[in-house]
């Protein structure tokens, strides 16, 4: 079988799956349900592992597969002033970036989905909520699979969409509903950022196709530092910044933990966060021709890393605690792709992808036994009650530290190694910088583990009578996540280590015009890999320093954590109110710029607009009623006048005018007696 062929399938399915729920999936009982969408992700994947490894064997390692033309080509002259031809195809393309993303989102998804039909038993519009898995999963496929930005933006919007209905899906509270709303709006701010760069992009290219895209940027028609290319990249990257959660857009993600636990699972490890990283390895060749916007993407990623990782460690809301860790490891992602470092960026990218989805579900697993409880401190000792929960749990924590041998350890360290000895920018502050969010990452993870599985039991009556483990259908996708949290980055194993780092290999075709051009023009000096081994260690001892750290205050003594946050009270309360950024927000642009602004702009209709109007429409009426009374008055006096003159002078004629032959007759032969008796008798 031609699996290649088939690669327009793979977001098929899933739609399939998503449109059955809506037409028929309220009359279908939930074992139907489970199984449908599941099987409809997990039909997808086994086609694109089939695909996959047929690409593998292709010596340019890319597939095309165009199904008609979208947008029919339309010539326009660009800005050079040559013409083009634009057209825009529904068309997917599998290449290697395309490969590991469609690998991630179908394995990771399918995981997610089945642990979902155990966790989301019990609730209520489960049709609906499984629809919505499918959807959004049909929109991330599409998303990586389009061979054109146009059709990439289709499956950008379907994931915002996905996003608002998946986070507000328990509309009935409050808070899940606000904050569903709060992502749709932030991501329309980066959207826009997106359809401008677009159009930048047709304008200076012909094209949004990726493949003439990245040609004309590699030909050497572009400079350095070109104009146009800088603002393509810039108002790409507010898209970035939206989608992938960076500062200042990042306000959304927090708050998406307001739906179900497998929807955070699903946005924070494996699709909608991960398209602005996808977007700008997409177009990485672009962001190499622009070294300004290069040292922007590396500063808003190490700033949001370090940003989030401080709130994180004095959040109590375990979701919470890993929505700002997934912030923070976006940030590191993001980081990477501005220093140039775009395969580490993918690599994380992917080993992120695996023990994020395990957090998740392990603190869905524990929410699940506490009886929907959160907060970690009415948590503790709960290691020998759900074990299977707590062991898979202590591997994700484990890998997102970056222990030696787990996934997180090969990832995170190509970050910090690239950041090092970085071109761009100053590599030593990025370096720092990526460094201590290292150290607070294992801090607040360890104080996440230890607050919530280890210590005293903290866990009131009522939530410790009804203490269990998950069932099977949650705690085996815990167990897959777990092997691949910890093998998941051998795939990656560097050179200096003696591997050969596959998977910098297989992205070769995708990064290579980049990186070539990263070459000739950046200045690379000479590194030792003694220097290498020495930052791979200095950054194990940071990691587990921040672990030592925690388990000082949370486990050996809390008083000393107490007494800590007593000192620093100031400190404590701006971190739990994340530097009150929403507050700030609020009051700009929710009081500011909508109610005050729109109150503004409402006395401003009603008094201007409004009254221009109306002045106008006065006037009118005014000269209506002074038309009508000259029209009365005057023009109907004058044309009666004059009816009356003409009625007076024309009486006589009117007489002799009366239109009988007989009377006329009579009057000539009346007229000529009269002129000859006049004659005759004279």
């Avoid at 088939?6 to 739609?15: H, Y």
């Avoid at 759900?386 to 484990?398: R, S």
């Avoid at 280590?497 to 000096?525: D, R, Y």
Wanted: charged letters at 10%.
């Amino acid at each position: 079988m031609n699996f290649l062929e088939l690669i327009w399938m793979i977001p098929l399915f899933p739609a399939a799956g998503a449109v059955a729920m809506l037409l028929f999936g309220k009359k279908m009982p939930n074992w139907l349900v489970s199984i449908i969408c599941p099987g409809m992700v997990f039909t997808s994947f086994l086609v694109s592992v089939g695909a996959v490894y047929q690409l593998s064997s292709l010596p340019e390692r890319q597939f095309e597969k165009i199904l008609y033309s979208w947008v029919p080509g339309a010539s326009f002259q660009m800005a050079n002033g040559q013409l083009s031809n634009l057209g825009a195809d529904w068309g997917f393309l599998l290449d290697p970036l395309s490969s590991i993303m469609i690998l991630v989102v179908t394995g990771v998804g399918f995981l997610i989905h089945v642990y979902a039909t155990g966790y989301m038993s019990h609730e209520g519009g489960f049709y609906r909520f499984f629809g919505y898995l499918n959807l959004f999963m049909f929109s991330m496929l599409t998303l990586v699979l389009a061979n054109n930005y146009l059709l990439l933006f289709v499956g950008w919007e379907g994931v915002g969409v996905c996003s608002y209905l998946l986070i507000g899906f328990y509309f009935h509270k409050k808070s899940a509903s606000d904050a569903g709303k709060k992502a749709f709006i932030a991501n329309r701010v980066g959207d826009a950022g997106v359809v401008l760069g677009m159009f930048t992009m047709l304008a200076t290219f012909g094209s949004i196709r990726y493949t003439n895209v990245i040609a004309q940027a590699g030909s050497g028609n572009f400079h350095i530092g070109d104009a146009a290319i800088t603002a393509i990249t810039l108002l790409l990257f507010i898209g970035v910044t939206g989608k992938s959660a960076q500062v200042p857009l990042y306000v959304w993600l927090p708050d998406a933990m307001e739906g179900p636990t497998p929807v955070s699972a699903l946005i924070h490890a494996a699709t909608m966060v991960t398209a602005g990283v996808y977007l700008m390895v997409r177009s990485n060749i672009l962001y190499v021709l622009s070294p300004d916007t290069m040292a922007v993407v590396a500063g808003v990623g190490a700033f949001t890393a370090i940003f989030a990782a401080t709130i994180g460690i004095a959040q109590y809301d375990i979701k919470r605690v890993l929505a700002y860790s997934t912030v923070s490891q976006l940030g590191y992602m993001v980081l990477a792709c501005g220093v140039g470092a775009f395969g580490a960026g993918v690599f994380h990218l992917m080993t992120h992808a695996f023990f994020k989805a395990l957090l998740f579900l392990g603190a869905g697993s524990v929410i699940h036994a506490m009886s929907g409880e959160q907060d970690m401190r009415k948590m503790g000792g709960l290691a020998k009650k759900i074990p299977y929960t707590h062991a898979t749990f202590l591997v994700a924590a484990l890998a997102i530290i970056g222990t030696p041998l787990f996934s997180g350890f090969f990832s995170k360290d190509e970050i910090l190694w690239r950041a090092f000895i970085s071109p761009v920018g100053s590599g030593i502050l990025l370096y720092g910088v990526a460094l201590i969010t290292a150290g607070l990452t294992a801090f607040y993870i360890w104080r996440l583990m230890f607050m919530t599985f280890y210590g005293e039991s903290r866990v009131d009556h009522h939530a410790a009578h009804h203490l269990h483990e998950s069932p099977p259908v949650m705690t085996i996708p815990l167990m897959v996540l777990a092997v691949l949290s910890l093998a998941g980055g051998w795939i990656g194993w560097p050179t200096v280590l003696g591997g050969s780092n596959h998977l910098e290999h297989w992205l070769e075709p995708v990064l290579g015009p980049g990186a070539k051009i990263l070459e000739e023009h950046a200045a690379h000096g000479e590194h030792a890999h003694s220097t290498e081994y020495m930052l791979m260690a200095l950054s194990v001892i940071v990691a587990f320093s921040g672990l030592s750290l925690a388990y000082y205050f949370f486990i050996k003594n809390r008083a000393a954590g107490d007494s800590i946050a007593q000192k620093f009270s100031g400190v404590q309360k701006l971190l739990e109110n994340k530097y009150y950024v929403d507050e700030v927000y609020n009051a700009v642009f929710v009081r500011g710029m909508v109610m005050n602004g729109g109150e503004a702009l409402s006395k401003f209709d009603a008094r201007v607009i409004d009254g221009g109007v109306n002045g106008v429409a006065w006037f009118t009426r005014l000269t209506s009623t002074a038309s009508m009374w000259w029209d009365k008055w005057i023009v109907d006096g004058a044309v009666r006048l004059t009816a009356l003159v003409v009625n007076l002078t024309s009486y006589p004629a009117r007489i002799l005018q009366t239109g009988r032959v007989q009377l006329y007759a009579f009057s000539i032969l009346t007229g000529l007696l009269i002129f000859f008796s006049y004659y005759l008798f004279k």
